[in-house]
């Protein structure tokens, strides 16, 4: 079993940054692929950005060039960097687990706001 814990969600005015966290616990090593994954009001959950063990990294590409997410394998820990943050970024963000393929592991998630 593994367990997430994230933070670093907060309110921010458009044009800020915030870095998320997540914190991995448990059966760490059947980790390959972590995730960050958002979810605004009336939308479906998209997939934001996510990192392999080796530290292949793909993004949304609504958020290339202002996100960047990394991993530090040695603390189970992965970040989500996010800058230039814009209204539309509002959402409830995610970090989920994938021992292969797809996600089984998911945070509790954490509100980010950013105001116009």
């Known amino acids: 079993q593994v367990q997430l814990v994230e933070s670093g969600g907060g309110l921010v005015q458009a044009g800020e940054s915030l870095r998320l966290s997540c914190a991995a616990s448990g059966s760490i090593g059947s980790i390959n692929t972590m995730g960050w994954f958002r979810q605004a009001p009336g939308k479906q959950r998209e997939l934001v950005a996510q990192?392999?063990?080796?530290?292949?990294?793909n993004y949304v590409d609504s958020v290339k060039g202002r996100f960047i997410i990394s991993r530090d394998n040695a603390k189970s820990t992965v970040y989500l960097q996010m800058n230039s943050l814009k209204p539309e970024d509002t959402a409830v963000y995610y970090c989920?687990?994938?021992?292969?393929?797809?996600?089984?592991?998911w945070g509790q998630g954490t509100q980010v706001t950013v105001s116009s």
């Open positions: 989920a687990a994938s021992p292969s393929i797809f996600y089984n592991t």
């Open positions: 990192i392999t063990r080796a530290g292949s990294t």
